[in-house]
């Protein structure tokens, strides 16, 4: 086995479980470093490409050619293998000025993600621009973060298929996290917008649990493994019309939890290239 970045976490993109699918280990990448180790680690591919890198800790946005050429930095290591990017999940908790989103109470359930994009159209079309040219040539995916209901998606898509008709290229496959709980019982309403989803268990369980991440106080309450998270999951699964779901909140990268979400019916799980190694191990030895 090699070692990459101190980590130990060459190994098999996907398992055959018991039942004869495959389950698939994806990376969840916010660095150029990340992109390299996960390439090293023979992923199935990027699942979460987090874009909140380029804006944090400035009072500007960054240009769309700077946009273009970090993120295709970014994208470079894992050239030939799916790519799944986020757009920004910008919220007023982490501080953009240029995007001037109002002071909020309570950040977690104010205008972030999607809805704060689609509040910007002019952002959101060069961030896209941006984006799309920093992954042409590559298996790229783009990927609404905080999606509510099907409005949303439907505006952004056709933001998506806009910006690609005056780039002259092909529209590359959209898909919905899945962080929302009416995202989540109404998912069979979003299928018509979007070739993929993603459960992003971490936000996904402060909604469901009404206990705020990070929130020392009531981490007992932060365990996506709780049933109504699970079941959640499952119902996704079942709604989702044979379009992959995968898992990508830090739930997919616990051993434990990651057992049963597979339970639960998900095949694809995408986490930080540490956790690998121990949900590698812990499927290899003793398929569900
Ligand atoms: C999630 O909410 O599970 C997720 C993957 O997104 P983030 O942690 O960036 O909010
Ligand atoms: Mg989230």
Known sequence: AQRVAGVLSDGPAS??????????????????????????????????????????????????????????????????????????????????PF??????????????????LLRRPDFFRAHLRAILRAGA????????PMVTVADEMRAARALVAE???????????????IEVPAAALRVRDLVEGCDFFSIGTND????????????QALAAFADAAHPAVLDLCAHVVAQAAGRPVSVCGEAAGDPRTARLLVEAGIRRLSMGVARLASVRTCFATGLP
């Open 204 to 215: 996904l369980t402060q909604y469901v649990m009404a206990a705020e991440r990070g929130q």
């Open 15 to 96: 398992l055959p479980l018991r039942d004869g699918t495959m389950l698939e280990f994806w990376a969840n990448i916010g660095s150029v470093r990340d992109s390299m180790a996960a390439a090293a680690a023979g992923v199935a591919g990027a699942g979460l490409v987090r874009t909140e890198f380029l804006f944090l800790d400035r009072p500007d946005a960054p240009s769309e050619a700077e946009q273009q050429d970090r993120i295709a930095a970014l994208l470079a290591p894992l050239a030939g293998r799916p790519v799944v990017l986020r757009v920004l999940d910008a919220g007023a908790d982490k501080p953009m």
């Open 137 to 144: 040539g590559m298996d790229l995916r783009i990927m609404m």
């Open 99 to 116: 995007l001037a989103l109002a002071h909020e109470d309570n950040p977690a359930l104010g205008v972030r993600g999607l809805r704060a």
């Open 163 to 177: 910006t690609c008709r005056a780039l002259a290229i092909a529209v590359p496959p959209v898909g919905a996290m």
